[in-house]
């Protein structure tokens, strides 16, 4: 049975768009969350399509799903994917056959990935029925893996245009597929500069659909603090506890910190598979007393984590997988406290944070160079402060959260179907 926020319907004028997630909201994708508002905000028709069912993990209350149109599919829903998997059988034969004869065959770069690849290429067909069925205009996947594959699907069985984003680790690896839905899409929102040649490598003779819009921040959220005006330093690194985000680096560095006298603490904030051996890191190294585990930050706390800090930290790496970060969302929240920031040079990190301008960028894994970064902003003040200040001005000037939603929307509009069948 449909929730009220299943039938519920955003209205107003421009092309009805149709948004295709993982899950929604997620307390990690803050920043999806935030572009979604900032559309609904506009009054642009929206709809709001799963592949799982609801996140049942930590949620800010800051963070309400229950006036979105969000349909969820998941397990529970496969019933109906076996009757939209018929229904489109019988509707548009030729295409759906011709679906069902490559795409669940081809080389996926992972049993995981073929997994999702797999159930979204069947929730697919759901998607398809229900954007006919609400007359949507355009189909855009907030992720360039499963949520594309679906979008891709849908686009075939219909002829509703689609495109996608491409943020990090939805493209690294490529999921098998990635070279045929930048192929079949309408265009591809690449979130930073660094990812589009490793895109138009991908998109072969169609690397014209790759367009850089990154993602925003509301700048009315965020008040600069003070900083570096303390005698212990305060220390602060945030985000998913994975391989990728580098925070063993960060504890190497503490380490180094405590062997030379420098009073400070480090908050490690977040959780993810790698929280045990984190802590039990820490603990060899003898840190307890300087360093905290809070958890899982939700986002109304964070704020007055950031209150309390002197300099932010962004260990990134490039994990074994292949997987790394973009840029980050919390480098951006730094920023525009006017916190200092020291981070890797991964990803798209040093579109934002350039070395000796807007921060420190340090090679990444390099636990010796995060030190002596931090021990550099820390004996400089005054110039950390003002690398803080023009960071803050190039997050306002480039990732500004209205200027950006509003870029995204103007693509769609080109591209979006006039007509329904």
Same mark, same amino acid.
């Given at each position: ?38 559309? %609904? ?30 349909? +969820? ?9 076996? +009757? ?5 059988? %019988? ?14 065959? %081809? ?75 930048? +192929? ?238």
């Amino acid at each position: 049975m449909s929730t009220a926020a299943e039938n519920a319907e955003s209205v107003g004028p421009g092309p009805r768009l149709a948004f295709i997630l993982h899950w929604f909201p997620k307390p990690s994708e803050t920043f999806i969350y935030d572009e979604l508002s900032a559309l %609904r905000r506009r009054l642009v028709p929206l709809d709001l399509f799963t592949l799982y069912g609801p996140w049942s993990g930590h949620l800010s209350p800051d963070m309400p799903a229950e006036d979105y149109p969000v349909r +969820r599919l998941g397990v529970r829903a496969t019933g109906l994917l076996v +009757r939209d998997i018929l229904f489109w059988l %019988r509707k548009n034969g030729t295409a759906a056959r011709r679906l069902w004869r490559t795409v669940p065959w %081809r080389k996926w770069s992972d049993p995981e990935m073929a997994g999702e690849n797999l159930w979204a290429f069947l929730c697919g067909f759901r998607i398809a029925r229900l954007a006919r069925e609400k007359k949507v205009h355009h189909l855009h996947a907030s992720w360039a893996n499963g949520p594309a594959t679906a979008a891709w699907v849908a686009s075939r069985l219909t002829g509703i245009p689609f495109s996608f984003s491409a943020w990090a680790g939805d493209i690294f690896p490529p999921d098998g597929a990635l070279s045929e839905k930048i +192929r079949d899409s309408t265009f591809v929102r690449s979130t930073c500069r660094s990812f589009v040649a490793h895109l138009q490598q991908q998109a072969g003779p169609h690397a014209d659909k790759i367009h850089v819009i990154h993602n925003g921040q509301d700048p009315s959220r965020f008040a600069p603090v003070e900083v570096l005006n303390q005698p212990r330093l305060r220390l602060l690194a945030l985000g998913r506890f994975v391989p990728k985000k580098g925070f063993a680096h960060a504890l190497q560095a503490a380490a180094q910190l405590k062997k030379e006298d420098v009073d400070f603490h480090l908050t490690l904030g977040g959780d993810g598979p790698e929280a045990r051996r984190l802590k039990r890191w820490a603990r060899d190294l003898e840190l307890e007393e300087r360093i905290a585990f809070p958890g899982f930050v939700p986002r109304q706390q964070t704020d007055g984590l950031f209150r309390n800090t002197d300099i932010f930290l962004m260990p990134s790496v490039v994990d074994p997988a292949g997987d790394r970060d973009g840029i980050p969302n919390v480098i951006l929240e730094a920023l525009l406290h006017r916190i200092p920031v020291v981070a890797s040079n991964v990803g798209g990190i040093a579109e934002v944070i350039r070395d000796g301008d807007t921060g420190r960028l340090v090679p990444p894994g390099d636990a010796s160079a995060l030190t002596a970064a931090v021990r550099d902003l820390a004996q400089h003040p005054g110039e950390a402060r003002a690398m803080a200040e023009r960071g803050r001005q190039l997050v306002l000037r480039e990732f500004n959260l209205e200027t950006n939603c509003r870029k995204l929307l103007d693509l769609i509009a080109r591209h979006s179907k006039g007509g329904h069948e």
